[in-house]
């Protein structure tokens, strides 16, 4: 029987020494509410002395122990309320553990004498604060996400394998026009453009076979029946290595898609006449090239230009000039057939891509056709005058089978025709090989050994200032015999025969020259642009040139803007940015020039490390339009967006300048505020006086 005493005795003291290693705050009271045993944890967080607590009520232990004394009265009502209910109480109480407040969960369980009076009660308290801190960071994060959810304009989803939506953002609603909770179960193919739906199909099975996330553009049914561009990205949700359901987190992009598509429009079409631009036409061509070799078929083109449209703009004025080429288009348009391609590529020259010819008379007939049309008079607000045009025809597959050729032989009987007296048409053979050619290579490399080149500046303003923001400088040639020759007349020649280079470099050093001179007699400096061919980014000599030029004349880099088209993206992408980054790290600021009639894709405005880009002066042409003006008020956003500047060329009127002013549009240029001047002009007219505003 002692044997069996003592086991029982040692079976409680193992029982004691257990409860001393358990993290919990276990006590044990008498009826009367005075403790009898608490184990170790207890003495630690009340820095009770474990000869002190025996025989005392928790009113008792306050007198001696701070930490019971500020939440006393809670720790009493739970005892009672466990004797009175006579059943296990639960509660929450908060207890000072090292001077910092723990929010406990307390149970409290009472038991009672085979006669109902009270025995005892054991409380139990176990730290919940970081789990209840978990709980409240947890509430609080789902709080956030559901907010965000509720208010983001995203189209948010999840997808099971079976590509049914399981959630739905409440943003469908709204650019959908079905409630979230609709959704559930449905089939999200539903809402997609026909046309899209295998795409999406397909990439949505790519993300579940191959646990990868996916971007892609599609259409989508929207709440007026309309179909939205939408860009979205597919993310795999992954668990235990296995894809169970898909979030489709989407953007509505139907605004950025009819941008794009409008300046694709622009890029490829002349916005005063409506017709094809150069970029259009050298396309079709291509085409055209290919599927008549694949074909052996013919086709020709023609080269068109008026042969007194400089007097009509002088004698009448711009306006006018803009207006008959309007009516040229129409008057053309109907003298050739429905598959040909008339296409404007210059100032007043037009191209005309006949495919699948039978034979020269059906190009005679054609000719004759227009030539007749364009003798006609023309009436223009009230104006009548006559006018005629010459026409270069060249043919497949005798002129060759590349676009080049081709063109080049078009010019030269164009030439030709324009030699035979104006108002008639010549088609190219051996003898247009001109001499003109050989001339104008040997004039351009006489005129750079003689300086018959010189430079004249156009001013650039602050649209809301009106004051001088830079200048442009531009390239003229003053032949000695044949006196001005316009740009137009030999800088595409000059691309073309690897003589721009040199004209480039002889450009950029006298233009530096002149600014180090303006800034050593005192003026402030002013910012100069300097166009650069595409042909000199191919080269790839244009940063190793540019630091000879700048190192040899002194001048200040920070100073020079290179402008630049589009075009250098065609054909090395990765070099031409390289290019830009290599130029920009020397402080030159670099502008694309031409803008919306080379872009297909705003990707580029993104890609290229820049500065400005220059609205082409198509832009202006119709600023009554108020499509127009909403697409120049997007650009500029867009452009702003980027943290870029944007430059209108071609300004001529009052209205003009305020429009685009409302717009947003930083700087203007043309013959509104002034035209290309003269070095000396520019001193005189705008340098001195900017010097004396400033003194």
Request: net charge negative; charged share 30%; hydrophobic share 40%.
């Amino acid at each position: 029987m002692a044997a069996k005493d003592e086991d029982r005795v040692d079976l409680y003291n193992n029982f004691i020494s257990a409860l001393d290693i358990l993290p919990d705050l276990i006590i044990l009271k008498d009826a009367e509410r005075r403790w009898v045993k608490a184990n170790k944890r207890v003495l630690e967080v009340f820095e009770i002395h474990e000869n002190h607590y025996k025989g005392k009520r928790d009113e008792d232990l306050a007198e001696i122990y701070p930490n019971f004394a500020e939440f006393l009265p809670d720790y009493i009502a739970s005892d009672l309320r466990a004797w009175e209910t006579k059943n296990q109480v639960k509660a929450e109480e908060i207890i000072l553990v090292n001077g910092k407040e723990h929010l406990f969960e307390v149970i409290k369980t009472p038991f009672f004498h085979s006669n109902g009076e009270r025995k005892g009660i054991i409380v139990t308290c176990r730290d919940i604060t970081e789990r209840e801190k978990a709980k409240r960071t947890l509430a609080e994060s789902e709080e956030k996400y559901r907010i965000i959810l509720e208010n983001t304009i995203d189209l948010i989803a999840v997808y099971n394998d079976k590509a049914l939506i399981t959630y739905a953002s409440p943003s469908y609603e709204t650019i959908l026009g079905i409630k979230p909770e609709q959704l559930i179960g449905i089939d999200g193919t539903v809402f997609i453009h026909p046309d899209d739906v295998k795409l999406v199909v397909e990439t949505f099975r790519k993300v579940f076979s191959e646990g990868k996330s996916y971007s892609i553009v599609f259409r989508v049914r929207g709440k007026e029946n309309n179909f939205l561009w939408i860009e979205a990205k597919l993310q795999p949700v992954i668990h235990e290595e296995r894809v169970t359901s898909s979030v489709i987190i989407s953007r509505d992009i139907t605004e950025r898609k009819i941008l794009e598509e409008q300046l694709k429009h622009m890029a490829y079409h002349d916005l005063l006449t409506g017709v094809g631009n150069r970029r259009l036409f050298m396309e079709q061509l291509q085409g055209t090239i290919s599927l008549s070799e694949s074909k052996n078929e013919s086709f020709s083109i023609m080269s068109l230009d008026f042969d007194r449209f400089k007097w009509v703009n002088d004698t009448f004025g711009h306006d006018i000039g803009d207006k008959l080429l309007v009516q040229f288009v129409k008057r053309v348009s109907k003298c050739i057939r429905s598959i040909d391609t008339l296409a404007r590529i210059g100032g007043d020259e037009f191209v005309i891509l006949l495919p699948n010819i039978d034979s020269r008379e059906d190009v005679i007939g054609i000719a004759n056709r227009i030539l007749a049309s364009l003798q006609e008079p023309w009436k223009i607000n009230k104006h009548e005058f006559v006018t005629t045009s010459s026409i270069g025809i060249a043919e497949f597959p005798q002129c060759g089978d590349e676009i080049d050729s081709i063109m080049k032989c078009a010019d030269q009987a164009l030439y030709k025709a324009k030699q035979a007296g104006r108002n008639n048409y010549q088609f190219y053979n051996e003898m247009c090989l001109i001499d003109s050619e050989k001339e104008l290579v040997s004039g351009i490399k006489k005129a750079l050994e003689q300086n018959e080149f010189f430079i004249v500046y156009q001013p650039k303003y602050n649209l809301s200032t009106k004051e001088v923001n830079s200048v442009e400088a531009l390239i003229r040639w003053d032949h000695p015999e044949k006196g001005l020759i316009s740009p137009i007349d030999f800088i595409s020649f000059a691309e073309n025969h690897h003589l721009i280079i040199p004209i480039t470099k002889w450009l950029l050093e006298q233009v530096c020259i002149q600014c180090k001179e303006w800034m050593e007699l005192g003026y402030t400096p002013v910012p100069i642009s300097v166009n650069i061919s595409t042909k000199h980014f191919e080269e790839g000599t244009l940063v190793e040139d540019v630091k000879k030029i700048l190192s040899k004349t002194g001048f200040d880099p920070t100073n020079l803007i290179l402008e630049i088209t589009e075009s250098i993206m065609n054909k090395n992408e990765e070099q031409a940015i390289q290019t830009i980054h290599q130029l920009r790290e020397m402080g030159i600021k670099i502008a694309i020039d031409d803008f919306g009639t080379g872009f297909s894709s705003l990707s580029y405005l993104i890609k290229l490390p820049i500065d400005l880009i220059n609205l082409d002066k198509t832009f202006l042409d119709e600023l009554t339009d108020k499509k127009n003006i909403s697409l120049i008020n997007s650009i500029v956003s867009l452009a702003h967006n980027l943290n870029l500047l944007v430059v209108a060329e071609g300004i001529e009127t009052e209205n003009q300048h305020q429009v685009l002013d409302q717009t947003g549009c930083d700087i203007g240029q043309g013959y509104f505020f002034s035209k290309p001047l003269m070095g000396t002009q520019l001193q005189r007219a705008f340098l001195d006086t900017k010097e004396r505003n400033e003194n």
